[in-house]
T-cell receptor, first 113, second 111 residues
Framework: DARVTQTPRDKVTEMGQEVTMRCQPILGHNTVFWYRQTMMQGLELLAYFRNRAPLDDSGMPKDRFSAEMPDATLATLKIQPSEPRDSAVYFC???????????FGPGTRLLVL | RKEVEQDPGPFNVPEGATVAFNCTYSNSASQSFFWYRQDCRKEPKLLMSVYSSGNEDGRFTAQLNRASQYISLLIRDSKLSDSATYLCVVIPPLVDYKLSFGAGTTVTVRA
């Protein structure tokens, strides 16, 4: 049963520290999405990749966030420096073809103190 | 106005009851609609698509009302395992990859 994997599952850090979250999409999927979920804002799209190319990162704070896909099996989301308002659950999702069939990973719960 | 709006609930219902809730969307040109389910502290998962003619999957029925710009989800014969947050999802026109999620409707089924 193929799944999207994410690491770490939980992360507690102090304000100003760098945070790196990793995602392994389902093998063969050509689209990767990063989302952030908070109680206040719900699920927000941060970045979107198709065939490893970043096509949309308009939802991402550019000054501190960056997203990359160094290869087809790894997507990363970095926050530097982190701030308390970045505390949220970050989900990675992957898909193939039609966008509505997105498979979400278990998420990374980030707490910035 | 938000793209997708949902009644957050919670809807507390006994086992075996029927529960239904709606979701409204703001862009009348939206073409694709879905319901996702998210269990507590878990990831969202696609529950079902919503077609113009409506569709049914077991105890779940989804309907689309384009004139009033809302979609609905009805759960019949509720089970304890149906307790979850149901996320309404709309794909706006011209941006086929971008899912717009509602904030979710929480359903709690009690024994």
């Amino acid at each position: 049963d193929a799944r999207v994997t994410q690491t770490p599952r939980d992360k507690v850090t102090e304000m100003g520290q760098e945070v790196t979250m990793r995602c392994q999409p389902i093998l063969g999927h050509n689209t990767v999405f990063w989302y952030r979920q908070t109680m206040m804002q719900g699920l927000e799209l941060l970045a979107y990749f198709r065939n490893r190319a970043p096509l949309d990162d308009s939802g991402m704070p550019k000054d501190r966030f960056s997203a990359e896909m160094p290869d087809a099996t790894l997507a990363t989301l970095k926050i530097q420096p982190s701030e308390p308002r970045d505390s949220a659950v970050y989900f990675c999702a992957s898909g193939l073809g039609r966008s509505e069939t997105q498979y979400f990973g278990p998420g990374t719960r980030l707490l910035v103190l | 106005r938000k793209e997708v709006e949902q009644d957050p609930g919670p809807f507390n219902v006994p086992e075996g009851a029927t529960v239904a809730f709606n979701c409204t969307y703001s862009n009348s040109a939206s073409q694709s609609f879905f319901w996702y389910r998210q269990d507590c502290r878990k990831e969202p998962k696609l529950l079902m698509s919503v077609y113009s003619s409506g569709n049914e999957d077991g105890r779940f029925t989804a309907q689309l009302n384009r004139a009033s710009q809302y979609i609905s989800l009805l759960i019949r014969d509720s089970k304890l395992s149906d307790s979850a947050t149901y996320l309404c999802v709309v794909i706006p026109p011209l941006v086929d990859y971008k899912l717009s999620f509602g904030a979710g409707t929480t359903v709690t089924v009690r024994a």
